[in-house]
């Protein structure tokens, strides 16, 4: 009883939530509207037209349009046997439904059933499925349906059944396809290694990825076996008289287009808008239903916004709008901690009031809040932080990497004193080597697996220093060796997955650095590796960053590996940096409860025995930011004032500090 109403008012919430989601597109709105007005008509219509529709009135053939005089049914005119159109399309509008919704619906179930069935398994069901297809495919479908319907007596349903076995093998091809790419993936062979069958596997883990694209499918089938049914009409082997379609009523027009327009344009108009809605409505649903589209959603919203406001496409005078509020403690500019020294000469890279927001169907969500730091050359600064907490976006957005769906909001990246948020695209690619340049996590997916690894480490000598291919695959090869790289010059010629997980990261260092980048930026460049290698690749990143006097940010969540490998360390914590400064002071004591929690949770000799510490809680999540101190749930020190007032990042002693209301309190412990 309990569990019913619940699942009552889940799907309450659901349906509000999708009625909002709608409210909020214009066009999908619309489209919805013509929809219910045809699904009306098509339900109501044979209840208010009555008989009209087929009674021949031969005292008012065709009758013109926009009158009024003979009653609403003569509103669009009438035709030549004096039928009133407008009482004709209401009618209409059933019998085309009758036959295009069924017919969709059936082969969307057939197909999609047996494409996903076939793409799981593979094999011999899949090519027996595939032949299937291609055999019904080499007709064309409406030619196939000319022919049945010429053999059997035209009728609705031989209409629906004809339409609905043509449109099988599109859907089968569609599930068959995406299924078979799904089948690799590895949450579909974890699925099946605790044991889950076929149909629950296709259910859970295939068909949510599927339905969006069969949807959109869908709809445009509908709009097909409209006009299918239209043209079988027009042909005379659609919908028999009496029985009235619209497809049928364009065809009875045709002939009287010159004197009696009315009579064809109006089904005519009636067919076009229904399947515009339909394809409207159907791509609607899929930028909301599928996440691999949402963020289209946001771009598009953001789209509009721009042409809208005059000020959305420009980046705000005032840095920092994104968090700007009742509760914002920092002014403009103060990311950079007062008490800490101003940016130096010697700074070569510095991140100012930095702002990023991720775009949602929901709305922006503020991503990366006022971030600032700088990084001198030769130095390492680590940015930690739990997951979630902003660091990847921070970087993507200095390095020019953001996704289409997130944009930089405020702020100012500095190189050599030079705004890169201020460049076109052609300087900063120019900038995109020599300048900033980034070593990814994961290198297997960084690298191309269908070009060699010396063509790849030659691209930038050949963009940038204009090298032939030879010079540029020898300087390639002498970048392997600074590496690490064994017999360099012969496994120049291999791909990456003929390296090592460490080798392979070796080979991204290599192209990160082979333009000697002012500032390289190191997204957890060590994580998939084992102990042994992490050391390795960060003694290499160690010895390039001396030798080039690069500017390294090293981003991490692992303390150990910054206090090893840091000079400075930036902690983040919900997309704001809330302590700065030399790594073994900040360590040794730090100044905001937030470091001190992580420090605590670090496993250490001393801990041998007793319970770890850990930070209570977990991160909030971007969209939900608590107001004033976004840590202060979770923090041991928290006051009233944490509630309302959002601490800014103030110094707290030489070098260091921290955005905490008792940042000096903890300094002068
Ligand atoms: N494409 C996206 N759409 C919506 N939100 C996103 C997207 N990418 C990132 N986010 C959100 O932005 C926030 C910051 O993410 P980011 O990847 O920068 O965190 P991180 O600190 O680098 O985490 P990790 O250490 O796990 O890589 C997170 O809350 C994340 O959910």
Known sequence: MMRKATSETGGATVRRRWFALLLRDRFACAAALVLVLVALCAVLGPLLAGDLATRQNLRAPGRPPFSLDHGWAYVLGSDSLGRPVAARLLTAAGTTLAVAVPAVLCSLAVGSMWGMWAGYHGGWRENVSLRVADVILSFPSLLLAVVVLYVFSPSAASIVLVLAVARIPVYLRTARAEAAELRSRLFVDAARTFGTGSWAAIRRHVAPSVLPTLLTVAALDFCFVMLAESSLSFLGIGIQPPDVSWGLMVAQGRQELQSAWWIALFPGLAIVLTTVSATVLASWARMTTDPGQRWREGVRRRGWRSRWSPSANTRPATRGSAVAGPDTAAAPGASRPAGTEPPTPADVLVVDDLSVDVHTPAGPVHVVRRVGFSVRSGETLALLGESGCGKSMTAHAVAGLLDPVAEVVGGQVLLDGEDLLGLGARARRRLAGPGVAMVFQDA????NPVLTVGTQLAEPFVIHEGMSRRAAKARAVELMERVGIPEARSRADAYPHQFSGGMRQRLLIATAVALRPRV?????????????????????????????????????????????????????????????????????????????????????????????NSIPGSPPDAGAVPTGCAFRTRCPMARERCATHRPALTGTGIGRAAACHFGKELADA
């Not at 590796?529 to 690749?537: C, G, H, N, S």
């Not at 000079?567 to 302590?579: I, L, N, S």
């Open 520 to 612: 390289l930026i190191a997204d957890e460049p060590t994580t998939a590796l084992d102990v042994t290698v992490q050391a390795q690749i960060m003694d290499l990143l160690g010895e390039l960053r001396g030798e080039q006097r690069t500017a390294l940010v090293l981003i991490t969540h692992d303390l150990g590996l910054a206090a090893e490998h840091a000079d400075r360390v930036a902690v983040m914590y919900a997309g704001t940096v809330v302590e700065t400064g030399p790594v073994a002071e900040v360590f040794g004591k730090p100044h905001h409860p937030y470091t001190r929690g992580l420090l605590a949770s670090v496993p250490a000799e001393r801990h041998r025995g007793s319970r770890l």
């Open 444 to 447: 297997l997916s960084a690298l």
